[in-house]
């Protein structure tokens, strides 16, 4: 049974760092690409970060440039946002999800784009 779960989300206060991680099993791993999405409250989700299964290839939406890095565990079955220097606009629900690895699309950053999600982790960054 294909299973994404989020897990290390939390409450932190700004300039804190959190490090989500998301555990895949039902899936060859190594094979999918994995998207991190984010949405806050009376908003629509968006994209965050990518890293695809091509070994190196990562992407970041503007807004978390140089705060966040995406990583992969291949043996784990696990990617991994790490979120620095929080800012109380991070505060969301964050989903990772997962696609099989290709390039028919060049940048899968929209919820569209990915067959399979988990349930979401909540991150709140107080002020």
């Known amino acids: 049974q294909l299973q994404l779960v989020e897990s290390g989300g939390g409450f932190v206060q700004s300039g804190g760092s959190l490090r989500l991680s998301c555990l895949v099993s039902?899936?060859?791993?190594?094979?999918?690409?994995i998207g991190w999405f984010r949405q806050a409250p009376g908003k629509e989700r968006e994209f965050v970060a990518l890293?695809?299964?091509?070994?190196?290839?990562?992407y970041y939406a503007d807004s978390v440039k140089g705060r966040f890095t995406v990583s992969r565990d291949n043996a784990q079955n696990t990617a991994y946002l790490q979120m620095n220097s929080l800012k109380p606009e991070d505060t969301a629900v964050y989903y990772c999800a997962a696609r099989a690895g290709d390039l028919t699309v060049i940048f899968p950053s929209t919820s569209r784009d990915y067959n399979y999600w988990g349930q979401g982790t909540q991150v709140t960054v107080s002020s």
């Open positions: 890293i695809r299964w091509i070994p190196g290839r990562t």
């Open positions: 039902g899936l060859t791993f190594g094979g999918y690409d």
